[in-house]
């Protein structure tokens, strides 16, 4: 039996066209919209690094080039922030994307679905089990980091890690939905997986939410996986063929997760993080309790 692979890679699908949140999405991308002050995106990427991740890749499409200037140096403003002692502090926040890790960005070139999203990811991971950061998704934890917490239980089951949570009956239509059996506290065996089910179809309410770790032979599911809903790759349906086969765990993670897909996950993530931010947090705090009073 070798040794379990340690995991050091992770992707991000970002190629979305944030349909859900236009017309702010129309010329910035909707993975570079703010939560409170740094971009959706950089939650993610530090939630890679402090889950032991040295390398990522960022999945994106025509006019996200933004997102990579922002994990670039930006000089000209470093140079400027650098001589000004009191700007100290700032001048480390805008240098820190640039010096996460690894960054490496791959532009999909026509939109085809998560699934397929991985699969152009397929030379940069090679024969290696890796993660992936679903790019909408945004989770803010006091302990482990998400992805952290599904690297730990890839390691002691050596089996695909999906994350999961339960999300009330009428939403499981709009996710996937799992068959599962408990193992232990939090942790599931699934042998079989639907996505966007139909009523009648829904195995357990439990669905795939942000966060998976997967071995590296769910680029040979994919290549040989027929398109599904909305005519697209879609990646759960790899997944699936995996449950059916080798089996997977499905991991009930602890943690916050912010839709920044949506308006009301934008909003809700601003809020939420605002009250804690070192900065804000006391004034935001008077600041809502005053306004409550008013609704």
Known sequence: EIGIMKITKAIIPAAGLGTRVLPASKAVPKEMLNIVDKPAIQYLVEEAVNSGITDVLIITNRGKGVIEDHFDHAYELEDKLSKNPDKKELYEAVLEPSQLCNTYFLRQKETGGLGHAVLCAKNFVGNEPFAILYGDDVFISDGDPVTKQLIDAYEKYGKGIVGVKEAPTKDVSKYCSLKVQKIEDKVFNCTDMIEKPKPEEIMS????????????????????????????????????????????????????????????????????????????AEDFKAYIKELAKTL
């Open 205 to 280: 309410n439990y669905s795939i939410l942000g966060r998976v770790v997967m071995p590296p032979e769910i680029f040979e599911i994919l290549e040989n996986t027929p398109k599904g809903a909305g005519n697209e790759l879609q990646l759960t349906d790899a997944m699936k063929t995996l449950a059916q086969t080798k089996g997977v765990i499905a991991l009930d993670y602890y943690g916050t997760r912010y839709d920044m897909g949506n308006k009301m996950g934008i909003m809700k993530a601003n809020c939420e993080v605002a009250l804690k931010h070192p900065e804000i």
